[in-house]
């Protein structure tokens, strides 16, 4: 069954038994409200009946004549008897004894009764008078009540069922209405396939439970597509790189093997393979690491971070790695909350994307001092870090995040090209940004701002 369908019967299920309550309570209340009623007739007709009979040689011939006429207006199915101190009926003759003994001395022991008998409802009252005490006992059947109530009922189960029959069409259109943004959503994820990951499903302006869906769809989808260009992009620049100095190194010792050579051209030969094995090794390291930067890249587990802490880790690395000294933290500014230098991320893989960095820094000023400066405020953590290198020329700048790309200033130093690639995908992995500016021959500085 459909949401919409399963909202509508709940909503007009749930608003049919309060409606259906209330009627009950009403239909309750009205049919004790009718009963009390015609009790309250039936105790004036017993007053009545006393005053008729047993009070008519003490009152007024114009009160004994209003009397006899209030006495005339009968109710249906009227029944009045007055029975004397030993139950035997008076002024009224009762050959059967319409009412037994039992109830009659109940009436003269309790002074008053009501009671219903089937649809009869009786009334008695027990009546000191000089001419003895008496018990007067006055039933009728209700009609006019009763049809009341039956009107009554039948027009609210005509009620119900109206309400309940409107209660499920405008809940049915209601819910329709509501869920017509998923229906949307659900077409624009049936037109999402593998060869076209690229699309993204409209989130709209709310902020509901149905935006906070397509905007997970979407993250999900933009995770899936960062995935499969992972995929591709490994699989090529792998095949590359490795291709190249393994073609290297089988050219060399064919040449070699051709003729006896030398010792002087062995170990050139050797040489050359072992500097083509070097850059191997450095490249399938580099993959490797890629691959495990990849593989974490969507399913992170995220810590806070101090980053000030994290910073001077970094020191105590690099001046042990470079020699003390060479590493420089300058602390610009921080703030008074220590939260506020507190960051959402993976700590390994954050300090691999430092280390890429640091480690650039290093290479491409030769091992001179690289200097790292920290600045922070509520609104924002800032780590600079800056040589004194080659720099980078300015029409490469927008290509140095690319994977395996090298500057053309660069090509003597080794490396592959992958460091930046994957430095820059972790720090947008927590919503971070780099920056790089750079003066050839001079310097280069790497800023990543981060957002609290």
């Given at each position: 069954?459909?949401?919409?369908?399963?909202?509508?019967?709940?909503?007009?299920?749930?608003?049919?038994?309060?409606?259906?309550?209330?009627?009950?309570?009403?239909?309750?209340?009205?049919?004790?409200?009718?009963?009390?009623?015609?009790?309250?007739?039936?105790?004036?007709?017993?007053?009545?009946?006393?005053?008729?009979?047993?009070?008519?040689?003490?009152?007024?011939?114009?009160?004994?004549?209003?009397?006899?006429?209030?006495?005339?207006?009968?109710?249906?199915?009227?029944?009045?008897?007055?029975?004397d101190e030993k139950n035997a009926a008076?002024?009224?003759?009762?050959?059967?004894?319409?009412?037994?003994?039992?109830?009659?001395?109940?009436?003269?022991?309790?002074?008053?009764?009501?009671?219903?008998?089937?649809?009869?409802?009786?009334?008695?009252?027990?009546?000191?008078?000089?001419?003895?005490?008496?018990?007067?006992?006055?039933?009728?059947?209700?009609?006019?009540?009763?049809?009341?109530?039956?009107?009554?009922?039948?027009?609210?189960?005509?009620?119900?069922?109206?309400?309940?029959?409107?209660?499920?069409?405008?809940?049915?259109?209601?819910?329709?209405?509501?869920?017509?943004?998923?229906?949307?959503?659900?077409g624009q994820m049936r037109m999402v396939?593998?060869?076209?990951?690229?699309?993204?499903?409209?989130?709209?302006?709310?902020?509901?439970?149905?935006?906070?869906?397509?905007?997970?769809?979407?993250?999900?989808?933009?995770?899936?597509?960062?995935?499969?260009?992972?995929?591709?992009?490994?699989?090529?620049?792998?095949?590359?790189?490795?291709?190249?100095?393994?073609?290297?190194?089988?050219?060399?010792?064919?040449?070699?093997?051709?003729?006896?050579?030398?010792?002087?051209?062995?170990?050139?030969?050797?040489?050359?393979?072992?500097?083509?094995?070097?850059?191997?090794?450095?490249?399938?390291?580099?993959?490797?690491?890629?691959?495990?930067?990849?593989?974490?890249?969507?399913?992170?587990?995220?810590?806070?971070?101090?980053?000030?802490?994290?910073?001077?880790?970094?020191?105590?690395?690099?001046?042990?790695?470079?020699?003390?000294?060479?590493?420089?933290?300058?602390?610009?500014?921080?703030?008074?909350?220590?939260?506020?230098?507190?960051?959402?991320?993976?700590?390994?893989?954050?300090?691999?994307?430092?280390?890429?960095?640091?480690?650039?820094?290093?290479k491409f000023s030769k091992n001179q001092?690289?200097?790292?400066?920290?600045?922070?405020?509520?609104?924002?953590?800032?780590?600079?870090?800056?040589?004194?290198?080659?720099?980078?020329?300015?029409?490469?700048?927008?290509?140095?995040?690319?994977?395996?790309?090298?500057?053309?200033?660069?090509?003597?130093?080794?490396?592959?090209?992958?460091?930046?690639?994957?430095?820059?995908?972790?720090?947008?992995?927590?919503?971070?940004?780099?920056?790089?500016?750079?003066?050839?021959?001079?310097?280069?500085?790497?800023?990543?701002?981060?957002?609290?």
């Open positions: 069954m459909k949401i919409k369908n399963r909202l509508s019967l709940y909503f007009t299920a749930i608003s049919a038994f309060v409606l259906l309550l209330v009627q009950v309570v009403i239909c309750v209340t009205f049919s004790s409200f009718i009963k009390s009623d015609f009790y309250d007739h039936l105790m004036d007709r017993a007053n009545v009946a006393s005053q008729l009979y047993l009070e008519a040689d003490e009152i007024s011939p114009d009160s004994l004549n209003h009397v006899r006429e209030r006495y005339l207006e009968r109710l249906p199915d009227e029944v009045v008897r007055l029975y008076s002024f009224i003759k009762d050959k059967n004894q319409f009412w037994p003994d039992a109830i009659i001395n109940a009436v003269r022991k309790r002074k008053q009764l009501q009671f219903t008998e089937g649809n009869r409802q009786t009334v008695g009252i027990y009546y000191n008078d000089n001419q003895g005490n008496f018990v007067i006992l006055v039933s009728a059947i209700d009609h006019q009540g009763d049809k009341r109530l039956k009107d009554m009922i039948e027009i609210m189960s005509i009620l119900l069922i109206s309400v309940t029959f409107g209660l499920f069409v405008i809940s049915r259109w209601f819910a329709e209405k509501a869920l017509q943004p998923i229906d949307k959503v659900i396939r593998a060869a076209n990951l690229s699309l993204r499903v409209d989130e709209g302006n709310g902020r509901d439970e149905i935006s906070a869906l397509a905007h997970n769809f979407n993250q999900l989808l933009e995770h899936l597509e960062n995935a499969f260009e992972l995929q591709q992009t490994f699989v090529i620049n792998a095949s590359h790189e490795l291709r190249t100095p393994i073609t290297s190194i089988i050219g060399e010792i064919e040449i070699t093997l051709n003729k006896i050579r030398s010792t002087t051209d062995y170990e050139q030969v050797l040489s050359s393979i072992l500097n083509d094995a070097e850059r191997l090794n450095e490249t399938i390291g580099s993959l490797l690491e890629l691959a495990n930067v990849d593989m974490n890249y969507t399913q992170p587990v995220l810590k806070a971070i101090a980053i000030d802490d994290l910073v001077w880790e970094l020191n105590d690395y690099w001046n042990d790695r470079a020699g003390k000294g060479h590493f420089v933290v300058n602390v610009l500014n921080l703030p008074q909350e220590h939260t506020k230098l507190q960051l959402l991320a993976n700590k390994s893989m954050l300090t691999i994307a430092l280390n890429n960095i640091i480690g650039n820094a290093f001092p690289v200097r790292c400066d920290l600045y922070a405020d509520n609104q924002s953590i800032n780590i600079t870090i800056t040589d004194a290198g080659v720099g980078i020329i300015p029409e490469e700048l927008d290509k140095i995040f690319d994977s395996f790309y090298r500057g053309t200033n660069v090509k003597t130093y080794q490396g592959n090209g992958i460091g930046l690639y994957v430095t820059n995908k972790i720090i947008n992995l927590f919503n971070g940004k780099i920056t790089v500016s750079s003066i050839p021959g001079k310097s280069t500085s790497v800023r990543i701002s981060f957002s609290n």
